[in-house]
């Protein structure tokens, strides 16, 4: 079993920032692993914010290049998703998973991002 734990959501202004944190813990060589940010808004399907390769390479949604940035450090199993310029569309439970494209087999619980306007 994998376990993932999120953690770094929370109330923000519109303009602002938010770190998140995504822990990896169980059966998974995490450096191995692909990891992915996605989120769901109420009403709206889930999608891809960004994801990161096990070297490092990194994959963006229109939607946030140049504002959002993932990264990783492996000696901590963790990803990072470091959100500036935070707008109200951003509102959303965000979520990462293993690989790339929110189609991985492992979830964590999520964690809540509001952004007021």
């Known amino acids: 079993q994998v376990q993932l734990v999120e953690s770094g959501g929370g109330l923000v202004q519109a303009g602002g920032s938010l770190r998140l944190s995504c822990v990896a813990s169980?059966?998974?060589?995490?450096?191995?692993?692909?990891i992915g940010w996605c989120r769901q808004a109420p009403g709206k399907q889930r999608e891809l914010v960004a994801s990161?390769?096990?070297?490092?390479?990194?994959k963006y949604a229109d939607f946030v290049k140049g504002r959002f940035t993932i990264s990783r450090d492996n000696a901590k199993n963790t990803v990072y998703l470091q959100m500036n310029g935070l707008n109200a569309e951003d509102t959303a439970v965000y979520y990462c998973?293993?690989?790339?494209?929110?189609?991985?087999?492992?979830w964590g619980q999520g964690t809540q991002v509001t952004v007021s306007s």
């Open positions: 998973n293993t690989g790339e494209s929110c189609t991985g087999l492992y």
């Open positions: 169980g059966s998974i060589i995490f450096r191995l692993n692909a």
């Open positions: 990161i390769r096990s070297g490092g390479s990194t």
